[in-house]
């Protein structure tokens, strides 16, 4: 068994000890992240917001986990609750999230995070280029041309 693998019985035996330990929970679930076990590690995170401590760090690692899994929407219900939780999320975190729809090839989920971030930082150009590239992999040329022309609006 890899080191991994040996990791888990160790873990189990720290949340018994101590079962209110949220870092605990993360560790397992991040061990199970990286076996691939996206579902495991989803409900293990679930499990850890019982214990109703560092509420948006779960929520930002089950957004995550959901998105890599290929459940991008309930990635974005758990990015809305953080948003709930601590007012907008950053531009650099809306990005990081963005990334992985478009490794995923996710373009309706990742045209709603781009929407998202133009609402919270509008008038930005670099995403209006990423909603026209979003819009053109849809296929949805009537929208490519009224962000084009929102776009030329810079170049004035």
Request: aromatic letters at 12%; hydrophobic letters at 40%.
């Amino acid at each position: 068994p890899s080191f991994l693998d040996k990791s888990f019985p160790l873990l189990e035996k720290a949340k018994k000890i101590s079962p209110n330990r949220v870092d605990v929970f993360f560790a397992i679930a991040q061990g199970l992240y990286l076996k691939g076990d996206y579902a495991f590690a989803e409900q293990v995170l679930y499990d850890s917001l019982k214990l109703n401590s560092r509420v948006p760090t779960v929520y930002r690692n089950l957004a995550e986990v959901q998105m890599r899994k290929g459940s991008p929407k309930s990635g974005l219900a758990s990015l809305k609750e953080i948003e709930k939780i601590e007012g907008s999320l950053s531009y650099v975190e809306l990005e990081k999230y963005a990334g992985i729809l478009v490794k995923r090839k996710e373009w309706s989920d990742l045209l709603n995070i781009f929407l998202w971030m133009d609402a919270v930082y509008p008038k930005n150009k670099d995403i209006y280029e990423n909603i026209i590239l979003t819009y053109k992999n849809l296929g949805d040329n009537k929208n490519v041309a009224i962000w084009e022309n929102k776009l030329k609006e810079f170049n004035k």
